[in-house]
Structures are given as structure tokens and as C-alpha cells.
């Protein structure tokens, strides 16, 4: 079987707390493991979106509409929508599975997630075309 869930893949959430946000793959276990004897993978998304930015809005305002939350999980593939789409963030040293394993380090994490996926955004995010309005509206 051809495997198409590699990192920086854009996926939607499909069951849970994030159903329907848009994610992207940071790492995939084929095999599962112990704990989790099924394919999945874990994902770093966007809990939530920016805000549209137009002209007339002040600097201050334009920071706070740009801000984005994000989340860490691990998901069954079962779970996933894959798109056509990737993603050149790498948060592969972000995001971890041993980060998951305490309240502490998730948050952290999950803080560094939102740090990077903020940066991307602003370099990128205010693009009107293809995937860089796609993932953050």
C-alpha cells in the first residue's frame, strides 16, 4: 500500500474534541505501538483560526486578529482527511511524543507550536491564494 500520511501533510480532524480543524502531520507510526496497537499519527492543528485582517484595522488590532491556538494529539488514520496540501513548518522538534506525557510539557509544547505556526502566518498567511488562505480560514 502506497503510503501517503507523511509529515507536513495537511489533514482535517474528523472525530473529537477537533473535528473538523485543519492539522498537519508531524510524525506517523505505520505500526502502532504498544499503547496504541493501530496506525496513527500525531498532529500539531489550529484550535483556533485567525481572524480576516483588512486595511483600516490598527496595528494592535491586526496583532491580536493574527493570533492562532494550537493543539498536539495523536489520531487514528481512520480519523484523518488527508488533503493535497503540505506544510514546510517543522515542528518536529516541537512536537514530541514524550511531550505528551505530562499536563507540563503539552502545554509548553504546545506553546512553541503556536509560536511557529504564528510565524508562518505572518509571513505567509496574508497571501489570498492556493494553500496559504486554505489552512488559516
Not at 493543539?71 to 482527511?81: A, E, P, Q
Not at 503556536?114 to 498567511?125: I, N, P, Q, S, V
Request: glycine share 6%.
Amino acid at each position: 500500500m502506497v503510503k501517503f500520511l507523511k509529515p507536513g501533510k495537511a489533514v482535517i480532524v474528523l472525530n473529537g474534541r477537533f473535528a473538523g480543524r485543519k492539522a498537519v502531520i508531524v510524525r506517523v507510526f505505520e505500526e502502532g505501538t504498544r499503547d496504541r496497537p493501530y496506525g496513527h499519527c500525531l498532529v500539531a492543528g489550529l484550535a483556533k483560526y485567525p481572524k480576516k485582517v483588512i486595511r483600516k484595522d490598527s496595528a494592535k488590532k491586526t496583532a491580536k486578529k493574527s493570533r492562532v491556538k494550537a493543539f498536539l494529539k495523536l489520531v487514528n488514520f481512520t480519523h484523518l482527511m488527508p488533503t493535497r496540501y503540505t506544510l514546510d513548518v517543522d515542528l518536529k522538534e516541537v512536537a514530541t511524543v514524550d511531550a505528551l506525557s505530562t499536563r507540563d510539557k503539552k502545554v509548553a509544547a504546545c506553546k512553541a507550536a503556536k509560536a511557529k505556526l504564528e510565524e508562518r502566518f505572518k509571513t505567509d498567511g496574508f497571501c489570498c491564494y492556493g494553500f496559504g488562505e486554505w489552512l488559516w480560514y
